[in-house]
């Protein structure tokens, strides 16, 4: 199985600033034939279902605001939020679907204000 | 508008059986692929069960294969889980999800809650 391991496991950024989370698959999530990173964020508000955010790593969902943005690539991966809203408190989640035998998720980063 | 509304859950006793159901409007549920993942109290998101668009191909975490069965009803636009055996540690709100086209979850159900509990 793929492991994903997200740090930190909760931060606290003013309103305006910038949060940044980080996720690391144990194996590289990247397809070399389409060159594309087989990588997941979700976005989990208290008491809602998770909402997918960006995908191929990079790709913002319809609808999700341009302060959302991921990066990285192969095992290294990244999703900022460029300038915290009070709507974006929530738990953040990356998940691999490389290798959908079993699908993984990280452990979660709480988002909170300072 | 893609919609998964769910229904089910509940308490039951250790050893007891629970049907979680979802139904899907807004999309032609017979191309996706579908999937439950559920949360533990507090804890984070775990991939539970997927089937295939005809009904064909099922896949389930380790720790619920041979109790847990998932299937589909594509004529009545819906998704199911079939929960037996249950035991304390399957607690969790469960949520059904669409697989979108490269296997991420791209809509998700309201969530249900199933509490194993003597």
């Known amino acids: 199985d793929i492991v994903m391991t997200q740090s930190p496991e909760s931060l606290a950024v003013s309103l305006g600033e910038r949060a940044t989370i980080n996720c690391k698959s144990s194996?590289?999530?990247?397809?070399?034939?389409?060159?594309?990173?087989?990588l997941a964020w979700y976005q989990q508000r208290a008491g809602q279902p998770p909402k997918l955010l960006m995908y191929?790593?990079?790709t913002r969902q319809s609808g999700v605001p341009d302060r959302f943005s991921g990066s990285g690539s192969g095992t290294d991966f990244t999703l900022t939020i460029s300038s915290l809203q009070a709507e974006d408190v929530a738990t953040y989640y990356c998940?691999?679907?490389?290798?959908?035998?079993?699908?993984?998720f990280g452990q979660g980063t709480k988002v909170e204000i300072k | 508008e893609v919609q998964l509304v769910q229904s089910g859950g509940g308490l039951v006793q250790p050893g007891g059986s629970l049907r979680l159901s979802c139904a899907a409007s807004?999309?032609?549920?017979?191309?996706?692929?579908m999937t439950w993942v559920r949360q533990a109290p507090g804890k984070g998101l775990e991939w539970v069960a997927s089937?295939?668009?005809?009904?064909?191909?099922?896949r389930y975490v380790d720790s619920v294969k041979g109790r847990f069965t998932i299937s589909r009803d594509n004529a009545r636009n819906s998704l199911h889980l079939q929960m037996s055996g249950l035991r304390a540690e399957d607690t969790a709100v469960y949520f059904c999800a669409r697989v979108g086209g490269y296997n991420y979850f791209d809509f998700w159900g309201q969530g249900a809650l199933a509490t194993v509990s003597s």
């Open positions: 194996q590289s999530v990247l397809h070399s034939p389409n060159n594309k990173n087989y």
């Open positions: 191929w790593a990079s």
């Open positions: 807004g999309f032609t549920l017979s191309t996706f692929w």
């Open positions: 998940q691999q679907y490389y290798d959908p035998r079993p699908w993984t």
């Open positions: 089937i295939n668009q005809a009904g064909s191909e099922t």
